[in-house]
């Protein structure tokens, strides 16, 4: 942590230095401050617009007024309103990152005036980048966390379509996607798995500030986004109960008053198809505006299975229809409608150490033989409404209303044991409805700006484990210690058909017949509901010195019941030795239920020193929750774990420098409270047999990340960002008590990882533009279970993607060329799994070398729009 503070020095050192604003050429002049107003004196405001070269508004540029602690943020529609000023000279400073500072002397009279300014790019700039991550328009350099923000830019340029990719370019994200249903969010080390429909990720994930609470829903199609934020570290503040470890954030893109539009179509490797695009339409200028989109997008699996079929795939048609209507100037209604369809085969689970029907053995092989073929497979079907209402008060001070619902079903069929035998054969369904409504009222008044406001949150899920097994099959792994080889050499199953059972009274032994058929379920059923309500504030002290402070008040209400039963073929013979006759699994028993309610706080507070308008140093503390965990074990005991308690402390700087360096560095310290951690439970003794969540007491987690950007010329970009991650359980929990996983490390938390790239364009025509990004991204060594069971892991590697092409202005179309793992690097995205129960465990390949190209048409009613590459 030494090394780490005395960075953190010489950044600040370095900011203070170097972060000055920008002169441009103006002449020096002294302005009195005008911080004391007298109430006698008449009110005196400002306000205005801020806007480029084109007249599109920017929102989130930086507007002050010298000499005076006076400054705020433009709004959505890139409006600015200063408050108790004074009357006389006066000189107004607006800033914007990638922009020139500029500034203009204005007379202030009594009452309103008014002073509307153009921004000019620099020369050689930076992107800007702008984030909504406390509820309002901020550069990301004005928020004082630690924040990371993949622009539409950066999607487009590094052809990123899947979140693993889009988790590479954020320090500390690590996000894994098996199948279409459940994604895995990892922030510094915490993982965002649910095993039950009343349980809450640690990870809050929203779509245009409407919480998304099941991992099924939160894989969406990334088309037509303009940006996907992620901010890390407890944000429970402004993000809900659910965000005790951050939060992301898709924001999708909103129509405006152009008519415009895109088409893009791509081929690539594995039977590669995509289809996509969007129409932006003025029904009435500046009145009401529409926004069509959709998106298909498929390849065939990179795992053949001898079976039929194949794995690993990916098929989803994605569309959004999105209106906004104004009435009036302070009036805003904004409409979406969201609908995504996943169809996807089924997850290639590998054993390490068995062969397939080809007698090929490997994790890498590229063929599998799970026996149930074209059944197998993942998919969702999903559809959002959000009405969003905004009335103005002014342009800094507004309402907004907030209405939504989403409904979800989700399926999932996966062989267990990977191999040709019908050992464990596994499916899930799920579904849920979501309810969600929030009031938000934002202010800047002065030196105060926050947001107050309250959320009600209601859903209803259910969700239905099958399993089938031939006993004939899985009584290799049941009745042999270690488990017997469940297939031969050539891959075919191994069979036991009976066993043999010895009757002291008749000092004989007989032999017991195993089924070849068997089916059972166990069914969960969820009522949740979250009333909350919430503030933030950020005061001013000094022209340079801030404080803020934040609290959320959440009432929760979980109900879950639970029933198991016995649903088809034969009875288990196994079911005796487990104790859950005449079921393996689950113990077949009628309905119970689980009842939870709670009244909890969670709170954060902050200070930043704001050097300038273009550099900052802060600190802050965050306290995280995660609610109870209701579950059910496989014998039908109910379990309630204590709710999880995190307690953040960060430190960071962000700043430019030399109006082309953009570079924020983050270092935090965690400690965590009945921590809850995932684990695969197997005890034949109790007749427990799943996936369960166990209290695993205290646990300790520190770190840094960094983020760099640099404009190196015009056409040339540099990108880069690093995280340092160390995790540890304690030695003993709360109570003293020695914990079983002392010392271990966190699953999916590699210890250092980072990204680099380069963003590069060379004009070979007047009208023509070749461009290239290539970006590599490693990670050490990982981990998949908390229990760090060797074997289980992922030594280091890196992957490199490369995207490049031909971008034309005239007519606007755009010719790319990609390519994913470039290097072929070979690497697992997970272990253990389902087999683990029983002592065979299974791996899931990562994804080979892929190639493909598309073809892009951006068309426009004006000529001056012109390719966001091109530019």
């Given at each position: 942590m030494r090394i780490l503070l005395s960075a953190l020095i010489i950044l600040v050192f370095s900011s203070v230095t170097y972060g000055q604003a920008k002169k441009r050429g103006q002449v020096k002049r002294k302005y009195r401050n005008t911080e004391t107003v007298?109430?006698?004196?008449?009110?005196?405001?400002?306000?205005?617009?801020?806007?480029?070269?084109?007249?599109?508004?920017?929102?989130?540029?930086?507007?002050?007024?010298?000499?005076?602690?006076?400054?705020?943020?433009?709004?959505?529609?890139?409006?600015?309103?200063?408050?108790?000023?004074?009357?006389?000279?006066?000189?107004?400073?607006?800033?914007?990152?990638?922009?020139?500072?500029?500034?203009?002397?204005?007379?202030?009279?009594?009452?309103?005036?008014?002073?509307?300014?153009?921004?000019?790019?620099?020369?050689?700039?930076?992107?800007?980048v702008l984030v909504n991550a406390q509820k309002r328009e901020q550069q990301i350099m004005?928020?004082?966390?630690?924040?990371?923000?993949?622009?539409?830019?950066?999607?487009?340029?590094?052809?990123?379509?899947?979140?693993?990719?889009?988790?590479?370019?954020?320090?500390?994200?690590?996000?894994r996607e098996q199948g279409a249903n459940r994604p895995t969010f990892v922030i510094r080390g915490l993982t965002s798995d649910e095993v039950s429909p009343s349980a809450q990720p640690r990870v809050s994930v929203y779509f245009n500030s409407v919480p998304i609470n099941r991992a099924s829903g939160a894989s969406l199609e990334l088309y037509d986004m303009e940006r996907v934020e992620v901010l890390k570290g407890p944000q429970n503040t402004f993000f809900g109960r659910n965000a005790q470890a951050g939060?992301?954030?898709?924001?999708?893109?909103?129509?405006?008053?152009?008519?415009?539009?895109?088409?893009?179509?791509?081929?690539?490797?594995?039977?590669?198809?995509e289809v996509s695009g969007f129409v932006n339409v003025p029904i009435f200028e500046d009145k009401l505006m529409i926004r069509a989109a959709g998106s298909y997008n498929m390849h065939d699996g990179y795992v053949e299975n001898t079976f039929g079929g194949d794995l690993m795939g990916k098929e989803t048609i994605a569309g959004r229809f999105s209106t906004r209507f104004r009435p009036a100037w302070n009036h805003r209604v904004d409409l979406v409608l969201n609908y995504q369809k996943d169809k996807t085969p089924g997850i290639a689970f590998m054993p390490a150490d068995l062969p397939n029907t080809n007698g090929d053995i490997g994790i890498f092989s590229g063929v599998a033989s799970h026996e149930q073929g074209k059944n197998l497979g993942t998919g969702k079907e999903l559809f959002d409404a959000t009405l969003n209402y905004r009335f103005y008060v002014n342009e800094q001070t507004y309402w907004?209303?907030?209405?939504?619902?989403?409904?979800?079903?989700?399926?999932?069929?996966?062989?267990?044991?990977?191999?040709?035998?019908?050992?464990?054969?596994?499916?899930e369904t799920s579904a849920a409805s979501q309810f969600y409504q929030e009031i938000r009222g934002n202010f800047s008044n002065s030196r105060l700006t926050g947001v107050i406001g309250a959320s009600y949150w209601q859903e209803k899920a259910d969700q239905r484990y099958w399993f089938s097994t031939n006993e004939q099959h899985l009584a290799n792994l049941m009745l042999a210690s270690p488990p017997l080889p469940l297939v031969d050499a050539n891959g075919q199953?191994?069979?036991?058909?009976?066993?043999?059972?010895?009757?002291?009274?008749?000092?004989?032994?007989?032999?017991?017949?195993?089924?070849?058929?068997?089916?059972?379920?166990?069914?969960?059923?969820?009522?949740?509901?979250?009333?909350?309500?919430?503030?933030?504030?950020?005061?001013?002290?000094?022209?340079?010195?801030?404080?803020?402070?934040?609290?959320?008040?959440?009432?929760?209400?979980?109900?879950?019941?639970?029933?198991?039963?016995?649903?088809?073929?034969?009875?288990?013979?196994?079911?005796?030795?487990?104790?859950?006759?005449?079921?393996?699994?689950?113990?077949?028993?009628?309905?119970?239920?689980?009842?939870?309610?709670?009244?909890?706080l969670t709170w954060q507070g902050g200070l930043k020193y704001r050097f300038n308008e273009y550099g900052n140093v802060f600190a802050n503390y965050a306290r995280g929750r995660r609610p109870n965990v209701l579950q059910f074990t496989s014998t039908g005991e109910e379990e309630v774990l204590d709710a999880e308690i995190l307690d953040n402390f960060e430190?960071?700087?962000?700043?430019?420098?030399?109006?082309?360096?953009?570079?924020?560095?983050?270092?935090?310290?965690?400690?965590?409270?009945?921590?809850?951690?995932?684990?695969?439970?197997?005890?034949?003794?109790?007749?427990?047999?799943?996936?369960?969540?166990?209290?695993?007491?205290?646990?300790?987690?520190?770190?840094?990340?960094?983020?760099?950007?640099?404009?190196?010329?015009?056409?040339?970009?540099?990108?880069?960002?690093?995280?340092?991650?160390?995790?540890?359980?304690?030695?003993?929990?709360?109570?003293?008590?020695?914990?079983?996983?002392?010392?271990?490390?966190?699953?999916?938390?590699?210890?250092?990882?980072?990204?680099?790239?380069?963003?590069?364009?060379?004009?070979?025509?007047?009208?023509?533009?070749?461009?290239?990004?290539?970006?590599?991204?490693?990670?050490?060594?990982?981990?998949?279970?908390?229990?760090?069971?060797?074997?289980?892991?992922?030594?280091?590697?890196?992957?490199?993607?490369?995207?490049?092409?031909?971008?034309?202005?005239?007519?606007?179309?755009?010719?790319?060329?990609?390519?994913?793992?470039?290097?072929?690097?070979?690497?697992?995205?997970?272990?253990?799994?389902?087999?683990?129960?029983?002592?065979?465990?299974?791996?899931?390949?990562?994804?080979?070398?892929?190639?493909?190209?598309?073809?892009?048409?951006?068309?426009?009613?004006?000529?001056?729009?012109?390719?966001?590459?091109?530019?």
């Amino acid at each position: 942590m030494r090394i780490l503070l005395s960075a953190l020095i010489i950044l600040v050192f370095s900011s203070v230095t170097y972060g000055q604003a920008k002169k441009r050429g103006q002449v020096k002049r002294k302005y009195r401050n005008t911080e004391t107003v007298s109430r006698e004196l008449p009110p005196v405001i400002i306000r205005g617009a801020v806007y480029d070269e084109n007249y599109v508004p920017l929102p989130g540029a930086h507007v002050t007024i010298d000499g005076t602690s006076k400054g705020v943020n433009t709004n959505e529609d890139g409006e600015y309103l200063i408050l108790g000023l004074v009357t006389g000279r006066a000189r107004v400073r607006v800033s914007f990152i990638g922009y020139e500072t500029h500034t203009a002397d204005i007379i202030l009279r009594a009452g309103q005036n008014e002073k509307n300014i153009m921004l000019q790019l620099d020369n050689v700039h930076l992107e800007p980048v702008l984030v909504n991550a406390q509820k309002r328009e901020q550069q990301i350099m004005d928020v004082p966390t630690a924040i990371a923000s993949v622009t539409d830019n950066m999607l487009e340029q590094s052809n990123i379509t899947e979140l693993g990719q889009l988790s590479e370019f954020v320090p500390g994200l690590y996000i894994r996607e098996q199948g279409a249903n459940r994604p895995t969010f990892v922030i510094r080390g915490l993982t965002s798995d649910e095993v039950s429909p009343s349980a809450q990720p640690r990870v809050s994930v929203y779509f245009n500030s409407v919480p998304i609470n099941r991992a099924s829903g939160a894989s969406l199609e990334l088309y037509d986004m303009e940006r996907v934020e992620v901010l890390k570290g407890p944000q429970n503040t402004f993000f809900g109960r659910n965000a005790q470890a951050g939060a992301l954030h898709y924001v999708s893109k909103m129509p405006t008053s152009d008519l415009y539009g895109s088409l893009t179509a791509g081929i690539g490797d594995f039977g590669h198809k995509e289809v996509s695009g969007f129409v932006n339409v003025p029904i009435f200028e500046d009145k009401l505006m529409i926004r069509a989109a959709g998106s298909y997008n498929m390849h065939d699996g990179y795992v053949e299975n001898t079976f039929g079929g194949d794995l690993m795939g990916k098929e989803t048609i994605a569309g959004r229809f999105s209106t906004r209507f104004r009435p009036a100037w302070n009036h805003r209604v904004d409409l979406v409608l969201n609908y995504q369809k996943d169809k996807t085969p089924g997850i290639a689970f590998m054993p390490a150490d068995l062969p397939n029907t080809n007698g090929d053995i490997g994790i890498f092989s590229g063929v599998a033989s799970h026996e149930q073929g074209k059944n197998l497979g993942t998919g969702k079907e999903l559809f959002d409404a959000t009405l969003n209402y905004r009335f103005y008060v002014n342009e800094q001070t507004y309402w907004t209303s907030i209405t939504s619902y989403r409904k979800l079903d989700a399926n999932a069929r996966w062989d267990g044991d990977g191999t040709a035998a019908a050992a464990i054969d596994m499916a899930e369904t799920s579904a849920a409805s979501q309810f969600y409504q929030e009031i938000r009222g934002n202010f800047s008044n002065s030196r105060l700006t926050g947001v107050i406001g309250a959320s009600y949150w209601q859903e209803k899920a259910d969700q239905r484990y099958w399993f089938s097994t031939n006993e004939q099959h899985l009584a290799n792994l049941m009745l042999a210690s270690p488990p017997l080889p469940l297939v031969d050499a050539n891959g075919q199953p191994n069979s036991i058909p009976v066993i043999p059972n010895y009757d002291p009274v008749l000092d004989t032994t007989f032999y017991i017949p195993l089924p070849t058929t068997h089916e059972e379920d166990n069914y969960s059923k969820a009522k949740n509901m979250a009333a909350e309500a919430f503030f933030d504030i950020t005061y001013q002290l000094t022209r340079k010195f801030f404080v803020s402070a934040g609290v959320r008040g959440v009432y929760d209400r979980y109900k879950l019941s639970n029933e198991a039963a016995f649903v088809g073929g034969e009875a288990s013979t196994l079911g005796s030795f487990t104790g859950n006759y005449p079921n393996v699994f689950f113990l077949p028993g009628e309905r119970q239920e689980i009842k939870k309610n709670t009244l909890s706080l969670t709170w954060q507070g902050g200070l930043k020193y704001r050097f300038n308008e273009y550099g900052n140093v802060f600190a802050n503390y965050a306290r995280g929750r995660r609610p109870n965990v209701l579950q059910f074990t496989s014998t039908g005991e109910e379990e309630v774990l204590d709710a999880e308690i995190l307690d953040n402390f960060e430190l960071g700087v962000k700043g430019v420098y030399f109006d082309r360096i953009y570079l924020d560095v983050t270092g935090f310290y965690q400690l965590y409270k009945n921590f809850q951690t995932q684990a695969w439970v197997a005890d034949p003794e109790s007749g427990e047999f799943n996936l369960k969540f166990k209290d695993s007491g205290q646990a300790t987690s520190y770190g840094a990340e960094a983020n760099l950007r640099v404009a190196i010329i015009k056409q040339l970009d540099f990108f880069a960002n690093y995280a340092w991650l160390k995790t540890a359980f304690d030695s003993t929990d709360v109570d003293g008590v020695a914990q079983e996983y002392s010392g271990n490390v966190f699953r999916m938390a590699p210890e250092h990882s980072f990204n680099v790239g380069l963003s590069a364009r060379v004009n070979i025509l007047p009208v023509m533009q070749l461009f290239v990004t290539p970006s590599y991204a490693w990670k050490s060594h990982i981990y998949f279970e908390d229990a760090n069971t060797p074997g289980l892991e992922q030594d280091a590697y890196g992957i490199l993607n490369i995207t490049g092409g031909l971008a034309m202005s005239d007519p606007n179309i755009i010719l790319s060329v990609w390519a994913t793992n470039v290097l072929d690097e070979q690497f697992i995205t997970s272990a253990g799994n389902t087999g683990s129960l029983f002592g065979a465990p299974t791996f899931v390949p990562g994804p080979p070398r892929m190639v493909g190209a598309k073809l892009t048409w951006n068309f426009s009613k004006k000529e001056k729009r012109r390719s966001r590459i091109f530019n």
